[in-house]
């Protein structure tokens, strides 16, 4: 596994796994489309790494084969806050390279307080958070896709790396 800025060539297999109904099932989209894919990697070139309120996605690729094989999520917010979100295709889950890629893009960005959000539910998320030295800060109700739910707020900060 390796990070790299994402290509154009990554937007087929982006759309692909985003489109799957057990990789959107936490979150905020459905029915992730090739179009979907193009808007945001256009918009993310058309604007600076790091700028406040900008989301800019980092492509988790298949080390052998530079193959695209999930994406983290980076939001930067205020000063040194980052909001972190990430994403594995089903056939590679549970080899740990979600924990690996968040590692490292935590050790690369070193940002003073690092902040995660989960669904109640998806506990392989709360697992990797917390493994990572995250610690849940919040709980709250929602509505998420027309339903009645639970998310977790959670956040390492530089004195807890």
């Known amino acids: 596994m390796r990070l790299r800025e994402f290509a154009e060539l990554d937007l087929p297999e982006f759309a692909h796994y985003r489109a799957m109904p057990e990789v959107a099932r936490y979150q905020s989209w459905e029915n992730y489309t090739l179009e979907d894919a193009r808007r945001l990697y256009t918009a993310q070139l ?4 790091g700028t406040a309120g900008s989301w800019h996605q980092v492509a988790i690729a298949d080390k052998a084969t ?16 980052l909001e972190i979100g990430f994403t ?18 935590l050790d690369h960005m070193r940002r003073s307080r690092v902040l995660a959000v989960t669904d109640a539910k998806n506990l ?38």
Do not use: W, Y
């Open 46 to 49: 058309g604007m600076a790494f």
């Open 66 to 81: 530079d193959t695209l094989i999930g994406d983290c999520a980076l939001h930067f917010l205020e000063g040194e806050e």
């Open 88 to 105: 594995l295709a089903p056939e590679r889950q549970g080899r740990g390279l979600a924990k690996e890629s968040v590692g490292l893009l």
């Open 124 to 161: 392989a998320a709360q697992k990797l958070l917390l493994a990572l030295r995250f610690q849940k800060q919040a709980e709250r109700d929602v509505i998420f896709k027309g339903t009645d739910g639970k998310e977790f707020d959670f956040v390492r900060n530089s004195a807890s790396s």
